[in-house]
C-alpha cells in the first residue's frame, strides 16, 4: 500500500468539515485519493463508491481494475446506487472480474430500480439490444424516457433512435429530431451527430455542420473514424471538406477523451456500451 493511504488518520477524518473535504477533493489527485481511501476504509458507503472509481481510472492511485471491483462490490452490497451502476459496468466489461452479461444486467437494474439515470439507460441498452437479458424495446423504451426526463443526454439519443427507426412506436422523424436536438444540446456526441444528420436531410447544412464539428471534441476514437468515413462520402462539399480539415491527431484526442469517460458520478461521460446508431 502506498504510503500516502496511510497518512490519514481516523481522527483526521473525524475533525475535517465538509468544505475542507470537498477542498481536498477539489486539489491534487494523491491526496485526495488518500483522504477517500481512508474514508472507505472507515465504512463511509459513498467513499467507497468514489475510490471504487479512483481505482479505475487511476486517479491519484495506480490503476487497478481488480480493486476498484471490490470497492464498488463493498458499495454496491449497501445500496449505493452508482456503485450498483458501475459493478454492472464491472461485470460487462470483465473489470476485476469475469464477464457475465446477466450479472451486469442484473446490477443496471437495481441500479435503475434505485432512481440512477445511468442505470436506468445501462439497463434500457442490455433490453434495447438483447445483452444479458431477453430483448424488450417496449420495454427498453420506457426506461430510456424515465432516464430522458432526467435531463440523461445519451438515453434522449437513444430515444430519437427508437422514434427514427420505428421500434416499439410509429416513427416520427419530427420527435426523433426533437429528442437528437435535446441530446446535442446536452453534450452526447452520438446526438450531436444524429441531429446533425437530420438537418442535413432537411437541406439545413449550415446548421448540421457546426454539430459535426462539435463531435471530435468528446467522441470516441471508433465513432470519429465512423464519422469522417461518412463526412468523405457525403454529396456534400462542405462535408468533405470538414473530413479533410480533421488533423491527424483527431482520433488521439478522442481516445484520450474516451479514457475519461466512464460513465460515473465522478465526471459527466458518455457511455461505453454498444447503441443502436453509429
Known sequence: MPRALNEVSVR?????????FAAILAGPPERAAAWVAAAAR???????????????????VERDVDE?????????????????????????HGWGTAACAPVAVYWYRLA????????????????AL???????????????LRAAELGHAKSLNFVGSFYEDGWSVDADAEIALDFYRRAAQGGDFRGQFNYARLLAERGEIAAALQWLQRVPRTAT????????????????????????????????????????????????TPNLTQESRT
Open 42 to 60: 472507515n465504512g463511509i458507503v459513498e467513499a467507497q463508491a468514489v475510490y471504487g472509481q479512483y481505482l479505475l481510472n487511476g486517479h491519484g
Open 68 to 92: 476498484a471491483f471490490v470497492w464498488f462490490r463493498h458499495a454496491a452490497r449497501r445500496d449505493h446506487p452508482m456503485a450498483m451502476n458501475m459493478l454492472g459496468r464491472c461485470y460487462e
Open 12 to 20: 483526521a477524518l473525524a475533525s475535517v468539515s465538509r468544505d475542507e
Open 130 to 144: 438483447g445483452h444479458g437479458i431477453e430483448c424488450d424495446r417496449a420495454q427498453a423504451l420506457q426506461w430510456f
Open 221 to 268: 476514437g471508433a465513432f470519429v473514424a465512423k464519422m469522417r468515413a461518412w463526412l468523405a462520402a457525403s454529396p456534400v462539399s462542405a462535408f468533405r471538406a470538414l473530413e479533410r480539415s480533421l488533423d491527424a491527431n483527431a482520433n488521439a484526442n478522442a481516445n484520450a477523451n474516451a479514457s475519461l469517460n466512464m460513465n460515473t458520478q465522478i465526471s459527466a
Open 112 to 127: 435503475a430500480q434505485a432512481g440512477l439515470d445511468w442505470g436506468m439507460y445501462n439497463y434500457a441498452s442490455a433490453l
